[in-house]
């Protein structure tokens, strides 16, 4: 099942929300593969717990589009789809593009020297080739673009998508012929935001999640020739 059910559990919160995060960062991270049935006794064998707060952890993961319930089969991880992959980036790359026009207009120095070092690190990261790693340095970086916007609902909406864009970061970050242009796109999105420059921060942060669409869907179609 994957290391993931070795995290010690977080005492101060309830446990069906533990089953529910231990289970979400299994799926998000792929150490729960798409198509892999979740078969609650084992579940509950693995994690230690009754089948009750997995039962109730199922269930908010087929609200989030994270499981499907299959007819006669029961719960299985949701499979990574072109349609759901397009349905996430689409509205991705709105989002994204108006947080870069807004950083571009808003951004201090101190974030300005944050997003640089942000940058450092996620190319730190991609030398050090741990994914979770190098995942977690992508999240940090656009995190501090949307945070420059000061635009509350904008982040409420970008982190509503983050978990299912998470999945999809992860498929991007697994191709490691992909590492060097990502730190390559960091650091042109970087430069158009410190210099002010909207048009070329968007049409770097485009580029970026263009083909960020394009590796995807390749490893997508991969992926479904195999089975």
Request: charged content about 30%.
């Amino acid at each position: 099942m994957g290391n993931f059910f070795q995290h010690e559990m977080d005492e101060y919160l309830p446990l069906r929300d533990v089953v529910f995060k231990t289970l979400r960062q299994g799926i998000l991270t792929g150490e729960l593969k798409p198509g892999e049935r979740l078969m609650e006794i084992h579940l509950a064998n693995k994690l230690g717990v009754s089948r009750t707060p997995i039962r109730e952890a199922i269930r908010k993961l087929e609200l989030e589009g994270l499981v499907t319930m299959i007819p006669r089969r029961g719960a299985e991880v949701a499979q990574i789809t072109e349609k759901s992959m397009k349905d996430v980036l689409e509205v991705r790359k709105v989002l994204d593009r108006l947080s870069v026009e807004l950083a571009c207009e808003r951004i201090t120095q101190e974030e300005k020297n944050q997003l640089k070092e942000a940058c450092l690190a996620f190319e730190e990261a991609v030398e050090g080739g741990d994914f979770a790693t190098i995942a977690k340095a992508d999240v940090v970086f656009h995190d501090l673009i949307v945070a420059a916007t000061r635009n509350m609902r904008l982040s409420q909406m970008v982190n509503n998508l983050a978990e299912q864009m998470y999945r999809y970061r992860f498929e991007y970050i697994k191709d490691k012929s992909q590492h060097k242009r990502l730190v390559a796109e960091h650091e042109v999105i970087y430069q158009g935001i410190a210099e002010g420059n909207i048009a070329k921060a968007l049409a770097a942060i485009e580029e970026h999640i263009d083909n960020q669409e394009t590796v995807i869907l390749q490893q997508i179609r991969i992926d479904r020739e195999k089975k």
